[in-house]
Each structure stands twice: as structure tokens, then as C-alpha cells.
């Protein structure tokens, strides 16, 4: 019985591992689409934010700590395909209060991937402007907070509807499944 459910543990946790790493695959690959696209706005940083799509369904589906998990594996491999330190930095820095804000609005109560998607947009704007302002000092970032923020928002609930109608396409599946 012991050997038994030590074999279907470390089943479930190879199954965990293996949808993790299709999810930060996806988080990747939605990074790469966003990297080739123009400036939509032609303000520079704002972006539709497609990766936030895989990590607030990973939130939804595993947990905050494997969103975060993900978030930081896409910054790192778009950071060294793409992008430099500062720009891993900034986008560090954005993960860590776009997930802060995403865990906390989730937990807290009736917030759908809607509004947790958009406050987490918007939490991810203020981290990089906080990264910005730290590392380069005397420049009056502070000014472009409101333009990010409203991006952010806007953002995050664009792709927070596309992560209800994803859910609840895979409801039965996610209910059902055991990752």
C-alpha cells in the first residue's frame, strides 16, 4: 500500500510538473507574439499583456504559488531571448505586485478572472513604474502612472474575459482533473 501511493504521488506531481511547463511554454510563446507585434497604442510600454492570459489561469487552475512559478520561468526565457536585465528587472518587478494583487483580490471575495485580471494589469504597470523609479532616479516617471494604470485596467480585463470564457469552456475538465 506505502510503494502503491508512493508511485501515484509522484505520478500526480510529474502530471503538476508537465502542465506547468506547458503553461510556461504557452506563457512563452504568447510573449513572443507580443514581442513581434507593433506598438498598438504608440505609447511606449503599453502592451495588450497576452502572457497575463496563461498566468491568470494558472492561478485559477493551480494556485498562486505556480502562477508566480510560471510568470518568473516566461520572464527569464523571453528576458534572454528578447529582451536585457533591465527589462527582466522591470517585468520582475511587475510580477511580484501583479501576483500580490491577483492572490490577494482572489482570496478576498467575489472578484472574477475579470476584475483580478485587471487589478492585476494594473499592479504590473505599478511595479515596473516602482522598478523605474528606483533605478533611475530624478526622472518624473510618477506622470505616466495614471496612462498606465488605465492601460493596465483595460488590459486586464480584455484578457480576464478571455480567461472566464476559456474556464469556463474547461469547467467539467478542471473540476474533474487532477493536476
Do not use: D, W
Request: hydrophobic fraction near 55%; charged fraction near 10%; include cysteine.
Amino acid at each position: 500500500m506505502r510503494v502503491r501511493s508512493a508511485v501515484n504521488q509522484r505520478e500526480f506531481s510529474a502530471r503538476r510538473v508537465a502542465y506547468l511547463g506547458l503553461l510556461a511554454s504557452l506563457a512563452v510563446l504568447m510573449g513572443y507574439v507580443e514581442a513581434t507585434l507593433p506598438g498598438l497604442s504608440g505609447i511606449p510600454g503599453v502592451k495588450p499583456g497576452l502572457c497575463n492570459i496563461v498566468i491568470v489561469f494558472t492561478l485559477y487552475a493551480f494556485g498562486v504559488p505556480e502562477a508566480f512559478l510560471v510568470s518568473v520561468a516566461r520572464i527569464l526565457v523571453i528576458g534572454f531571448l528578447f529582451g536585457n536585465l533591465f527589462s527582466m528587472i522591470y517585468s520582475l518587478a511587475g510580477t511580484c505586485f501583479a501576483i500580490t494583487a491577483m492572490a490577494l483580490l482572489r482570496g478576498a471575495g467575489p472578484f472574477s478572472p475579470v476584475g483580478v485580471s485587471a487589478a492585476g494589469g494594473a499592479a504590473h504597470n505599478t511595479g515596473q513604474l516602482v522598478a523605474a523609479c528606483l533605478l533611475l532616479p530624478g526622472i518624473p516617471f510618477t506622470r505616466y502612472l495614471p496612462l498606465l494604470l488605465a492601460a493596465g485596467c483595460a488590459a486586464g480585463a480584455v484578457n480576464g474575459l478571455i480567461v472566464l470564457a476559456v474556464t469556463s469552456k474547461l469547467g467539467n475538465i478542471l473540476k474533474t482533473s487532477r493536476f
